[in-house]
T-cell receptor
Framework: EPEVTQTPSHQVTQMGQEVILRCVPI?????FYWYRQILGQKVEFLVS????????KSEIFDDQFSVERPDGSNFTLKIRSTKLEDSAMYFC?????????????FGPGTRLLVL | QKEVEQNSGPLSVPEGAIASLNCTYS??????FFWYRQYSGKSPELIMS????GDKEDGRFTAQLNKASQYVSLLIRDSQPSDSATYLC???????????FGTGTSLTVIP
């Protein structure tokens, strides 16, 4: 069964450094999402992406963040100048099409620790 | 502001009992409702989706939706120790179909 994959599984970085989190959505999916979950807190929506552009973003997704689909398979989240409070699990998700009954399939996540 | 509220628990039930999990949401425009299970350190795993008022059953799980009351619930019958996890309620946002999650209810099934 096709799965969303994410790399790396764990990332440790120093405050102020840039990180790139990578996701490979399910191959025939068209809509892509990033979520984050700070330890002990709820899963929070960051951004959705369709047709090579951002379709929705939350107030969390500020200028520090950017997303890109550099080729036909990868979907990346870049965090510039990381802060301590960026430490969280980051989940990628995808759906085949924009229907309200579409279930989102989540990747295994990247655990980011900013020191 | 799109809010999804769940009792954080912890909820403890004996093995074989029925576990009842509840969720309320604020956005009347939401059309899709999902229950996910999350084990510590892992990603959310879909249990059930529900779109219409009423009950939807899948094995030991029953989801209930009442759009007028903006209320979604999940019943787990014959609870097993392996059901011990955090259960997340998710509601779709419009447009964009992004999900808004509750904080989750921690369930422990005691053997």
């Amino acid at each position: 069964e096709p799965e969303v994959t994410q790399t790396p599984s764990h990332q440790v970085t120093q405050m102020g450094q840039e990180v790139i989190l990578r996701c490979v959505p399910i191959s025939n999916h068209l809509y892509f999402y990033w979520y984050r979950q700070i330890l002990g807190q709820k899963v929070e929506f960051l951004v959705s992406f369709y047709n090579n552009e951002i379709s929705e973003k939350s107030e969390i997704f500020d200028d520090q963040f950017s997303v890109e689909r550099p080729d036909g398979s990868n979907f990346t989240l870049k965090i510039r100048s990381t802060k301590l409070e960026d430490s969280a699990m980051y989940f990628c998700a995808s759906i085949p099409a924009d229907g309200y009954q579409e279930t989102q399939y989540f990747g295994p996540g990247t655990r980011l620790l900013v020191l | 502001q799109k809010e999804v509220e769940q009792n954080s628990g912890p909820l403890s039930v004996p093995e074989g009992a029925i576990a009842s999990l509840n969720c309320t949401y604020s956005d009347r425009g939401s059309q899709s409702f999902f229950w996910y299970r999350q084990y510590s350190g892992k990603s959310p795993e879909l249990i059930m989706s529900i779109y219409s008022n009423g009950d939807k059953e899948d094995g030991r799980f029953t989801a209930q939706l009442n759009k007028a009351s903006q209320y979604v619930s999940l019943l787990i019958r014959d609870s097993q120790p392996s059901d011990s996890a955090t259960y997340l309620c998710a509601v779709n946002g419009v447009p964009g179909n992004q999900f808004y999650f509750g904080t989750g209810t921690s369930l422990t099934v005691i053997p």
